[in-house]
């Protein structure tokens, strides 16, 4: 199978093509100080034990300044020592471990606008950014994953939908790019051949905007590239209640520009494109479910890692059982997934009696 097979990235080796990919387990109590604490680090062992190839970690907020994602940060010393000892879990099972780093704009929750951020407001972003990258460096991470979907600050700027600056920060491509770029030529500068930069790109809906971009990443120096979904103009509108929030994964999925026998979501169909355009490997995540599923693609040189979400929290076992069933899918795909508000509401979680 090529989902097991090993693969290598720089000089960082992976036990196989098989990625848990960013999920933050809302609802699992945080530790001291917003760090991991014992709960979360139980649920990523659980899994680790399984043996993926890749860990791409919840996103962690670069900043102390804003309270989305629960607070998770990648700053202080106590949450770095939880930061640690994940790497730690990760390296004793032969995972590789990459962390997802994000500023988590207003956006994510409504309708925003980086239209109007100062220069100086966005110098200070960067410097977090780098600095975050240095500190996921320092605690034994493989490398770092800019989180530049799912309408988090780095998407509102790659995508010409929110960003109408006028300034060298909008524009064509290169300039929605230039914080990114700024960003990822300082931590090329200390990210040696043993360290990962990755970014996770939202989709635009406009496959040829999507290509330009993710080129314009790799000439920016890249070495993994991810898709995922992006900013969905309805989204722009959407109510401001939280349930609105937490339907997105896997309601507004429709087919709009991959072909009719493509069996795969457009998330899936954007990245299989765009890996036909680069040289860096190409992250696949988003309504894959299975191994069978990922297999297929991988087969079919769509992309060179599947990711799947979902499937590992319904069932820490996911890799286990797959291996015996490639067709088996543990997870419900309710509409509304509970591991955002309530994980125990989870029909898996509840099943299984724990978590
Ligand atoms: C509870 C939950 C938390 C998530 N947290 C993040 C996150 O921190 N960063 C991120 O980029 N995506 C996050 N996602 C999106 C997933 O990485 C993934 O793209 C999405 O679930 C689709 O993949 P799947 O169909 O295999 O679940 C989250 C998804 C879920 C269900
Ligand atoms: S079974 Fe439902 S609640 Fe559980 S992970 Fe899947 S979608 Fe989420």
């Known amino acids: 199978m090529k989902l097991l097979e090993e693969v290598q990235v720089k000089n960082v080796s992976f ?11 809302f609802g699992i109590e945080a530790g001291e100080d917003e760090s991991l604490g014992e709960g979360i680090l139980e649920y990523y062992k659980r899994r680790l034990e399984t043996k993926p190839g890749l860990l791409i970690t919840q996103a962690f907020k670069v900043k102390e300044d804003k309270s989305v994602l629960r607070g998770f940060g990648i700053t202080s010393k106590r949450q770095l020592e939880d930061i640690r000892k994940l790497a730690d879990l990760a390296h004793e099972n032969g995972v590789k471990i990459i962390t997802q780093l994000a500023y988590p704009s207003d956006g994510h929750h409504r309708h925003d606008t980086i239209d109007f951020w100062r220069k100086d407001e966005l110098k200070e972003i960067e410097d977090s950014f780098v600095k975050a990258a240095y500190n996921a460096k320092e605690a034994g991470c493989d490398g770092i994953e800019l989180h530049g979907a799912n309408m988090f600050f780095l998407n509102l700027f790659s995508s010409p939908i929110t960003n109408h600056r006028i300034d060298e920060f909008g524009g064509d491509v290169n300039g929605r790019l230039h914080l990114a770029r700024n960003i990822i030529s300082r931590i090329k500068e200390f990210a040696d051949e043993n360290f990962i930069i990755g970014y996770r790109m939202g989709w635009n809906q406009d496959l040829e905007t999507d290509i330009e971009t993710a080129k314009a990443l790799e000439e920016a120096g890249i070495d993994l590239f991810h898709i995922s979904y992006g900013i969905r103009e309805a989204d722009r509108y959407m109510p401001k209640e939280y349930p609105s929030f937490v339907s997105y994964p896997g309601t507004t999925r429709e087919k709009q520009i991959g072909p009719e026998d493509f069996d795969y979501n457009d998330v899936v169909y954007t990245g299989s494109r765009i890996k036909e355009h680069l040289n860096i ?16 693609l991988l087969e079919d040189n769509a992309g060179d890692f599947i990711a799947y979400g979902r499937p590992f929290l319904a069932d820490d076992k996911f890799i286990v059982r797959s291996k015996e069933d490639p067709s088996f899918n543990g997870c419900f795909k309710c509409k509304d997934c509970a591991w955002f508000y309530d994980l125990y509401k989870c029909p898996k979680v509840k099943q299984r009696g724990y978590e």
């Open 281 to 296: 490997p190409v992250i696949l995540v988003d309504e894959i479910w299975t191994f069978e599923r990922g297999e297929k």
């Open 15 to 25: 036990q196989n093509r098989i990625a848990i990919a960013p999920m933050c387990p």
